[in-house]
């Protein structure tokens, strides 16, 4: 799977910031999508439409 990826560092010194694309196999299409991930915020972009997901990190 071809995959790019950058990442920088943010001021906490941990990496707070990504994006690349992916490859989505579902059903029986295969396309490439434009992946955000910023902190705890998942953000997938296609040519349809643009999905916001919010994954909790429960700390105890």
């Known amino acids: 799977m071809d995959e790019e990826v ?3 560092a943010g001021p906490s010194g941990k990496s707070d ?4 694309r992916v490859l989505n196999m ?14 705890d915020h998942i953000v997938i972009i296609n040519q349809l439409a643009l999905s916001t997901f919010l994954h909790e990190n429960k700390k105890n």
Not at 17 to 20: I, L, T
Not at 26 to 39: G, H, K, P, R
């Open 17 to 20: 910031f990504a994006s690349g």
């Open 6 to 8: 950058n990442v920088s």
């Open 26 to 39: 579902s059903n029986d299409d295969c396309y490439l999508e434009d992946v955000l991930l910023w902190n």
